[in-house]
């Protein structure tokens, strides 16, 4: 068993308040432990070394054998443009990058979309394709890391090729069903007119793409039911974070009720054991039936902590700065199964919570999720005027 992390509270008698192991392994804790002040001085920035090891110069491996990539499922696009996202977060963010991953990834990005504007989502790790089109939710996904690469001026030596990509695309994304696909692309048009407010067909668009989410959301409403869908499956937080995000452009408070009345619903049964619990895969949670507690993913965890960054622009009763803090608490190990799925030795993030324990296989979406995660968390901890103990 590796060397423990032990994290106090101000208490008198100093007793560890939480423990980390370094290996993933069981941890003991009050549940009431909301000091991360040693956990961001073991871990100052973002350790790069995973994405370094998963990385060709085609792109970033999909799935991990254990700590190692798994040829046998090639590559995607969803996970490259979570990688590059995952950059351009991390150097807003003022942590260190290596622009030759994000040029990596972008031209991954290049090469995944076909003459007609489309992105291809599979690719085997001979370097073929493996469908004429991908999903929906991994075009939405590239059109919000696009969106968000070219609202950075500081990139601009990209942005003609990113622009390019872009423009080819855009007249596809309305025809997305998806709801996340379509939360994805608003995210995407939102940083787009951040950089271009004056671009008529993109605020078009938006308001098209979030009349869409809205249309859903009453129309699965219902009493004990505030959600867009009948079932609340994965990556869940990211909609209501599109229509928050929407609301403060757009200036409707129709989208912002909406928005803000879902994430009431959603914090309701993410804590509902007092620590994050996240909505399984194994099952999900459909009106009418038990909530499913295992496959919980770190997906999960990226977005809501995003969620909550959004959210503190909004009056509330929620504690969102102790929601970010608790949410991230999660991968070490305050969570259902008392279990950590960061490896400190390896600096990388196990797949998930199954039934018997810990997946551990470290996947690229787990990994990536978990560094985003910790650039909000860790943006939360170093803010003014919040509440640390020593």
């Known amino acids: 068993m590796g060397k423990c992390l032990e994290i106090l509270t101000g208490r008198e008698d100093k007793k560890p308040h939480f423990i980390i192991d370094r290996g993933g392994h069981r941890l003991k804790g009050s549940k009431n432990m909301r000091d991360l002040r040693e956990f961001f001085k073991d871990v100052p920035q973002v350790d790069w070394g995973y994405l370094e090891r998963f990385s060709t110069q085609t792109g970033i491996f999909q799935h991990g054998k254990f700590n190692i990539p798994n040829y046998h499922h090639g590559y995607c696009l969803d996970d490259n443009c979570r990688a590059l996202l995952l950059l351009l977060m991390a150097d807003t963010e003022g942590e260190p990058i290596d622009s030759r991953l994000l040029s990596t990834y972008l031209a991954f990005i290049l090469y995944a979309q076909e003459e007609k504007g489309w992105f291809r989502n599979f690719m085997s790790y001979d370097l073929q394709f493996l469908e004429s089109i991908g999903s929906e939710d991994s075009m939405g996904r590239t059109m919000w890391t696009l969106g968000y690469l070219l609202s950075k001026k500081r990139f601009s030596q990209f942005h003609d090729v990113t622009r390019e990509i872009f423009d080819r695309a855009i007249h596809h994304v309305q025809s997305s069903r998806s709801i996340r696909a379509v939360a994805y692309n608003t995210l995407g048009i939102l940083h787009f007119l951040e950089a271009n407010p004056k671009e008529k067909f993109h605020q078009k668009l938006l308001k098209t793409l979030v009349q869409f989410i809205m249309k859903e959301y009453k129309s699965c409403r219902r009493e004990n039911w505030h959600w867009y869908e009948e ?48 909505i399984g895969n194994n099952g999900w949670y459909r009106i009418g039936h038990p909530i499913s507690e295992f496959g919980q993913q770190p997906i999960e965890v990226a977005s809501i902590i995003m969620l ?40 990388a993030c196990y797949d998930g919570l199954d039934e018997h324990g810990i997946n551990k296989n470290q996947g690229a979406e787990s990994n990536i999720s978990f560094w985003m995660a910790y650039l909000s968390a860790k943006k939360e901890w170093k803010s003014p005027g919040v509440e640390r103990y020593s």
């Not at 452009?249 to 049964?269: C, R």
């Not at 700065?321 to 999660?330: G, K, N, Q, V």
């Open 308 to 347: 909550y960054e959004e959210l503190k622009q909004y009056q509330t009763a929620i504690d969102c700065s102790e929601r970010i803090r608790t949410a991230f608490l999660w991968f070490l190990g305050k969570n259902d199964k008392k279990l950590g799925l960061f490896n400190f030795e390896q600096m």
């Open 231 to 278: 079932i609340i499956s994965y990556d869940n937080a990211i909609i209501p974070l599109a229509l928050l995000r929407a609301a403060k452009m757009l200036k409707n408070k129709e989208i912002a009720d909406i928005a803000l009345e879902s994430v009431i619903f959603l914090d309701k049964i993410l804590f509902r054991h007092g620590h994050l619990s996240t």
